[in-house]
Structure formats: structure tokens, C-alpha cells
């Protein structure tokens, strides 16, 4: 079983709908949550970190579920500019950052 | 501003031959990373470094070198061990602990001719 691991799509959403992701992990000593974006053939750019009260920006939200160890990234009124690829990170307690293969998001016209 | 600096963009290896990848980085970041992606593929850890002169093997380091001198420069060389080095090399820092995730560089995009 993958440390860290998503769907990985694609995802195929109209323009305006709501799309959610979730991600889970295996270990449970993991410290910290992150959602990057990867636009194709660029570098991952940090979208959000995960708080474990949850946290939205914007449209965006992520949630965490230490019981269950997933986490989650919501979508809402999505635009076609958030067709990208999708990554979770976790960061684990010896400080090593692992990252899930992504989960890739087209938003269709 | 601050920023990770990565060179060449794209890069094009004969066979046989070493080539060296240059990340800078002004953040004041301990902590260094290199980082190969292949096509439709996540991210491999090649060598990460989190101290001046100190380095540690990532999950795939075959066939690759790094040296860490200085605190803001983390080269990375693809020699002629690396039997498949057609990818995209992406270079990215951190804080200790990394409580703010990484930065990454623009990458570089090395072909093999």
C-alpha cells in the first residue's frame, strides 16, 4: 500500500459545478497536510496546507480526518482555470515529505 | 524577491555524458530537494540535502551526484550511470521543519540525443 495515495482521474467537471478529492495516508505519526496545483508541465505550486479544524480560501476547502486519515479538497463553482492536476503532501514526524501521483481535474465549457 | 532558481530550463545529453543541473535558492531555506518526475508520473526523490555539506540518498539516487557547499546552491549531475535520465528535474527547499511545505524551482526538462 502507497504512503500517500489518490484517484487518479481525471476528473471531468462542467464549468460551475463542485468537485471533490480525497486523499488518503498510512501513517498515522504524519504531521502536516498540504493540496499543491500542477499546471502540465510546470512545477507544483502550494494551493493550500490542511488544518486539523479545516480551512477554506475562496472557493477552495480542505478538510482533515485524523481518525480515518484521509483528507479532502472541495471545489466549488470551479472555472476553467482549475483544470490541473491535484497533488496531496503529507509531511511525516522524521520531516520527510511524501506525495501522492495526483489526481488530475479537467473542467469542461 | 524570494524565489528558487533552477538552470538550464531544458537540457539535451549525449549519451555517455555527465551533465550538471543548477538550483539557487535565496529563501534562507535549510533544507534542499531534487525531485524527478516522468511523464504521468508523481514525484521520485532523488537526494535531499538539510545542512551545508550533509546529504542523504532519496529513493532512486542511482546514477546521480549532488554536493551541497553552500547554503542557498544544491546542484545536482546526471552521470552516465543514470540509464534513463529523460525527465523533468524539479529542485525545491524547505524550512526545518518543513511546517510550510515546499518551493519548488520552474524545473528543468532534460532529454537525452
Known amino acids: 500500500r502507497k504512503e500517500v495515495e489518490q484517484d487518479p482521474g481525471p476528473f471531468n467537471v462542467p464549468e460551475g459545478a463542485t468537485v471533490a478529492f480525497n486523499c488518503t495516508y498510512s501513517n498515522s505519526a504524519s504531521q502536516s497536510f498540504f493540496w499543491y496545483r500542477q499546471d502540465c508541465r510546470k512545477e507544483p505550486k502550494l494551493l493550500m496546507s490542511?488544518?486539523?479544524s479545516g480551512n477554506e480560501d475562496g472557493r477552495f476547502t480542505a478538510q482533515l480526518n485524523r481518525a480515518s486519515q484521509y483528507i479532502s479538497l472541495l471545489i466549488r463553482d470551479s472555472k476553467l482555470s482549475d483544470s490541473a492536476t491535484y497533488l496531496c503532501v503529507v509531511r511525516r514526524r522524521d520531516d520527510k515529505i511524501i506525495f501522492g501521483k495526483g489526481t488530475r481535474l479537467h473542467i469542461l465549457p | 524577491d524570494g524565489g528558487i532558481t533552477q538552470s538550464p530550463k531544458y537540457l539535451f545529453r549525449k549519451e555517455g555524458q555527465n551533465v550538471t543541473l543548477s538550483c539557487e535558492q535565496n529563501?534562507?531555506?535549510?533544507?534542499m530537494y531534487w525531485y524527478r518526475q516522468d511523464p504521468g508520473q508523481g514525484l521520485r526523490l532523488i537526494y535531499y540535502s538539510q545542512i551545508v555539506n550533509d546529504f542523504q540518498k532519496g529513493d532512486i539516487a542511482e546514477g546521480y551526484s549532488v554536493s551541497r557547499e553552500k547554503k542557498e546552491s544544491f546542484p545536482l549531475t546526471v552521470t552516465s550511470a543514470q540509464k534513463n535520465p529523460t525527465a523533468f528535474y524539479l529542485c525545491a527547499s524547505s524550512t526545518l521543519p518543513g511546517v510550510y511545505g515546499y518551493t519548488f524551482g520552474s524545473g528543468t526538462r532534460l532529454t537525452v540525443v
Open positions: 490542511v488544518y486539523s
Open positions: 529563501l534562507n531555506h535549510d533544507a
